[in-house]
């Protein structure tokens, strides 16, 4: 029946259960609709056995053996990773300047870290990608049971997936993909391929550019069911917000429609013509959703500034550019508003 399905029956029952606002009481009224679908776990409802049925029927769409559904963000899809398929007095091999949750993880587990080193791109001030052969120097050295690689990075920054996990095979090391940043890569050719269904885990951040709530995430994994389902439990609360975990399976049925793909389609589209009428900027050649900009003469910090100055918030910049996030809620009228504002900083510098 699915998650959605569940929450259309009309239920009678007068509660006794948590959460105590029973779906009739709003401390918060603008979200009366969230306070409703906010279900308690009982049996009056069943949710688990929907739930489970969801995750099943998305882990389908994903062409992995499990997918679960995360509502601690990827952070929480790092360490369940780490922890299940890592034993105390392991080494794991991670970034020098990843995310925290990767460390954390990895502490978490009682593993020791490795760490490795990405060359600096100075001409656009970000990080380049892991390849295989600077892989292969830390494997062949140590000895690994499991790799975490953030791809794309932040600014959209690439690594070679399959080569990576070829690598790791070769040396029996497992592969966790960081893919907070890439939810939508599934679902559309014209964007990089996903390491869903390539690694071990991969961890996806629904919130940062499929549309989704904050905090929602998933994991992918072809790994062990049961040692998966046992980490979950450590990290993970046993009163989940169903509303949320709905907001989850809404989400993924919308991107695998032919709306979803058709609006990842048309974003494209719209980014790819935004760059052609702004010659005046240099754009990075990533992950295109990633719009990574800098200009002749000014700093990423000073086009940050102006940007802000005209109502435009980038995500992140540094000292040679600026990056601006794209994704499912990145309409028209955003795009053309971004175009104006360059077109106008270009003429007064």
């Not at 779906?23 to 949710?47: A, H, L, V």
């Not at 080494?91 to 995310?99: E, T």
């Not at 990405?118 to 499991?146: H, M, P, Q, S």
Request: hydrophobic share 35%; aromatic share 10%; with cysteine.
């Amino acid at each position: 029946m699915g998650l959605v399905s569940l929450f259309k029956k009309h239920f009678r029952t007068i509660f006794f259960t948590t959460p105590s606002h029973s779906g009739r009481f709003f401390i918060t009224s603008k979200f009366r609709q969230f306070y409703k679908y906010d279900i308690s776990e009982t049996d009056t409802y069943n949710p688990q056995a929907e739930l489970q049925k969801s995750e099943e029927k998305a882990a389908k769409i994903y062409n992995v053996k499990s997918t679960k559904f995360l509502l601690n963000g990827s952070t929480s899809g790092i360490i369940i990773s780490v922890l299940a398929c890592c034993k105390s007095g392991d080494n794991v091999l991670i970034w020098d300047n990843a995310h925290k949750c990767h460390k954390n993880a990895v502490e978490l587990a009682g593993a020791n870290p490795i760490y490795y080193e990405l060359e600096k791109n100075e001409e656009w001030g970000i990080y380049k990608e892991l390849t295989a052969e600077n892989l292969e120097d830390k494997l062949r050295n140590n000895d690994v049971k499991a790799v975490i690689v953030t791809s794309p990075s932040y600014y959209g920054v690439l690594s070679d997936i399959k080569s990576l996990k070829n690598v790791c095979k070769k040396y029996g090391a497992l592969l966790i993909v960081d893919e907070a940043h890439g939810a939508l890569y599934p679902f559309c050719n014209e964007l990089p391929n996903s390491s869903v269904g390539i690694s071990d885990f991969t961890v996806q951040s629904l919130h940062k550019t499929a549309g989704g709530l904050n905090s929602t995430a998933l994991l992918h994994s072809t790994f062990d069911k049961q040692k998966i389902e046992k980490a979950f439990e450590k990290v993970s609360t046993t009163s989940p917000s169903y509303a949320m975990l709905m907001s989850i399976e809404r989400n993924i049925a919308y991107l695998n429609s032919w709306h979803g793909r058709d609006y990842i389609k048309t974003l494209i589209e719209r980014i790819k013509t935004l760059k052609l009428n702004l010659p005046m900027y240099d754009f990075y050649d990533g992950d295109i959703t990633k719009i990574v900009v800098k200009k002749q003469g000014m700093t990423g910090f000073e086009l940050s500034e102006r940007l802000f100055e005209n109502g435009i918030e980038d995500e992140i910049t540094n000292e040679k550019s600026t990056m601006l996030l794209c994704g499912i809620g990145t309409d028209l009228k955003k795009i053309q508003r971004l175009e104006k504002v360059l077109k106008k900083i270009s003429k007064e510098k």
